[in-house]
Structures are given as structure tokens and as C-alpha cells.
Nanobody
Framework: QAQLHESGGGLVQAGGSLSLSCAAS????????MGWFRQTPGKAREFVAA????????MYADSVKGRFTVSRDNAKNTVSLQMSNLKAENTGDYYC???????????????????WGQGMKITVSE
């Protein structure tokens, strides 16, 4: 079973930057899309960013466009999320996710993903 391990979370001041990383292991499928989601207490996970297997296509939530950048390194089975100009509303638990399968697509729906990381907390202070 695939395992995802996130790193890079923590506390940052508004306007600052933070980089998240997610390493995937024990993946038996050759191709998989990856995504990032955010969750706050009492709410469902919401889409943040996604990237296709090739890395050629990315998609972002409107609220983070121009501030967040998702990338991947297939040789290392990792996906990264570079966050800049962070705002208090970016606070939450961030999860990376994997969608198995062929094709070069991205996915924005929580239920479209097959495996999830354990999540890590990002706190943006005013």
C-alpha cells in the first residue's frame, strides 16, 4: 500500500513563505497524479493545488493562484508546494494525495484521490 509522508509545515508570519514536501513510497503504479488539500476544524478538505504525472499541467484554487506553486520530481517520487505571500486564511492542516492510474490528468476533488498523507499543520500568524 502506498505511503505518503509530508514535511515542511510550521508557523510563519503573514507575508512569509513556506515550502511543503511530500514523499511517496511503495507505489506499484507507474503513473499517478498528485494534489494538495487543506482542512480546517469542522470543515471538509478543500482543494489547493494539483499536478499531472508529467508535471506539465498544474491547477490551483483561485485563492492561491499566483502565490503557490506545485511541482514534482518523479525520479524521487516527491511533490512540493511552494507557498509565498501567505495569509492568515491559509492556516490549516495540509495533506498531499495520490491518484493512481494512467493518463496525464489532474484532479481537484477530494474523493478522486486514492491515498493520503498524515497531514501537517501550517499556521500563518498576523
Amino acid at each position: 500500500q502506498a505511503q505518503l509522508h509530508e514535511s515542511g509545515g510550521g508557523l510563519v508570519q503573514a507575508g512569509g513563505s513556506l515550502s511543503l514536501s511530500c514523499a511517496a513510497s511503495q507505489l506499484t503504479f507507474e503513473h499517478y497524479a498528485m494534489g494538495w488539500f487543506r482542512q480546517t476544524p469542522g470543515k471538509a478538505r478543500e482543494f489547493v493545488a494539483a499536478i499531472t504525472w508529467s508535471g506539465d499541467v498544474t491547477m490551483y484554487a483561485d485563492s492561491v493562484k499566483g502565490r503557490f506553486t506545485v511541482s514534482r520530481d518523479n525520479a524521487k517520487n516527491t511533490v512540493s508546494l511552494q507557498m509565498s505571500n501567505l495569509k492568515a486564511e491559509n492556516t490549516g492542516d495540509y495533506y498531499c494525495a495520490v491518484r493512481l492510474g494512467s493518463g496525464d490528468y489532474y484532479y481537484t476533488g477530494e474523493y478522486e484521490y486514492d491515498y493520503w498523507g498524515q497531514g501537517m499543520k501550517i499556521t500563518v500568524s498576523e
